[in-house]
């Protein structure tokens, strides 16, 4: 079998810093744009053991795996990440946001890396791609999935999707991106993590980080996917998928709310997993990183993953210990 080596370059943010801040950059060719010139995927690579890819959400990078980067490749697992096009260090392309070409990025990283058993798992945004990989791509390459607060199977209300969310809460968010984008991504990341009055999973810091991190994508990839992530149906993608499949959501998730979303998913996917997360909202990545991680490793071990939960449970520890990779 034969792949290709991927690129290694040197990012210098600007000539001013001090070259000893400099940041290896891996990159992955994943095609051209319309006028010929090379897309890059910047990718992060940890651990040894059999691979876990993962996809992030809208409208953030790679970044946004904070917990999960620094904690699953301590358990015996090789742990994948990339920014999507137009988001985080890759190429930063004008078209090209559509579904089954960010499959297609997908299956670059997976032949370029040349993976092999692959965990995929799929955060909001990054359950569509999951999704259209599998069908698009018969699944290569991959052995189970995650859908993490994911919106598949399909979110836009139609005559033949009545469940759906109506099209002008997402022609709103579009104009509030293009009025401003900067206010837009401020007020959307307190709903994102279930910031309120009196509620704060978060601190302040987060919120700022999840801004500076999606400012780092275009304006253009910001509004393209929200297109994107909104009126494509999934339902299809998700009923050819053969592997063992998770899903796991915040019942609290105003973002993507659970009835339209993972409820709905769960039974076009044959013999899948819900599992849902009392209180928690959409990133739950972050407000709930010690449950997800641990149930990531569950599943990845082959397990059953508790649908409960306590907070003794916070070391992911006792997963790995069982599980054989």
Known sequence: ???VIPTVRLYVPHPDISPFLFQLMNLIKAGSDAAGKPIEINYVDYGQGNPVVLIHGWPLDLQSWEFQLAELPLHGVRVVAYDRRGFGKSSKPWDGYDYDTLADDLKAVLDNLDLQNVTLVGFSMGGGEVARYMSRHQGARVSKVVFISAVTPY???TDDNPDGVDKSVFDDMLKGIGKDRADFLGTFAKGFYGVGPISHPVSQAVL?????IALQATPRATTECAKAFSATDFRQDLKGIKV????IHGDADKTVPLDNSAK??????????????????HGLNVTAPDRLNRDLLTFISGQ????????SEADPEGAAEKATY
């Not at 063992?244 to 899903?247: D, G, I, M, T, V």
């Not at 709905?264 to 909202?281: D, N, S």
């Not at 059953?304 to 907070?311: L, R």
């Open 1 to 3: 079998m034969s792949f």
């Open 244 to 247: 063992p499949a998770l899903f």
């Open 155 to 157: 979110l836009l209300k």
């Open 264 to 281: 709905r998913a769960v039974q076009l996917v044959p013999g899948a997993q819900l599992v849902v997360y009392e209180g928690e909202a």
């Open 304 to 311: 059953p993953v508790s649908e409960t939960y306590s907070k």
């Open 208 to 212: 700022d980080w999840s801004q500076s």
